[in-house]
């Protein structure tokens, strides 16, 4: 029997960290951000849509869209946010099916789909289990100024502006304690996954 796993957290929860101890034992990871990217891509059908909404403006010279130039339009219009979303959301969601579909068809016992928006964009359905990488706020706001080199300020709307880590904490199935170090935090995966019998 096969299990997909939702990943998700906060900015500075540790999510990649976790994304990646899953990739070190070889259980294959489906990044939500990376396809986003890739759907954009020239060539493909949501590049074409986000330049005949948004116009040649947001492209670079070489032709590729210019992601700042597009984010400062859409961070303060939440209608043109909206469009953009309607373009990009539905092609990530059919991307990650597919590769979903085949790590399974191959036969890999466990997949993880890493989805930062897995409680907001209603995605659950896509998965098996949920699993939140959490840190109280004083460790996120600490860890988001020290690796992004913000402000208190920045770095706390930034934090303000996404769904609290308490509140995916109590929508998740399970969650990891990334509080504590990097050892504590795969000894609580491994755990996971013995539990689930992905591992043994």
């Known amino acids: 029997m096969s299990l997909v796993i939702g990943l998700t957290g ?18 294959p990871v489906i ?16 590049y074409k849509q986000v330049v005949d909404v948004f116009g040649n ?27 953009l979303n309607q373009i990009v959301h539905p092609a990530v969601r059919k991307r990650m099916l597919k590769k979903k579909e085949d790590y399974l068809s191959q036969g890999e016992k466990c997949v993880v789909l ?7 964009g209603k995605l659950t359905f896509l998965v098996d289990q949920t699993l939140v990488v959490f840190v109280d706020e004083k460790t996120q706001l600490k860890r988001l100024m020290e690796r992004n080199q913000l402000s208190k300020e920045e770095a706390t709307d930034r934090i303000t502006s996404q769904m609290p880590l308490t ?11 990334n509080n504590q170090s990097i050892e504590e ?3 609580q995966l491994l755990d996971l996954l013995k539990k689930w019998e992905v591992i043994e």
Do not use: C, H, Y
Not at 35 to 45: D, F, K, L, S, T
Not at 57 to 75: A, C, N, Q, T, W
């Open 10 to 27: 906060g900015i500075a929860s540790g999510k990649s960290t976790v994304a990646k101890m899953f990739a070190d034992l070889d259980i």
């Open 31 to 46: 990044d939500a951000d990376v396809i986003a990217r890739e759907v954009v891509e020239p060539g493909e059908a949501s």
């Open 57 to 83: 403006e947001i492209l670079k010279e070489d032709g590729s869209i210019d992601r700042p130039k597009l984010g400062s339009i859409i961070f303060s219009n939440e209608e043109k946010r909206e469009q």
């Open 114 to 120: 890493d989805i930062p928006l897995l409680f907001e």
């Open 167 to 177: 509140e995916k904490a109590s929508l998740a199935d399970e969650v990891i304690d």
């Open 185 to 187: 935090s795969k000894k």
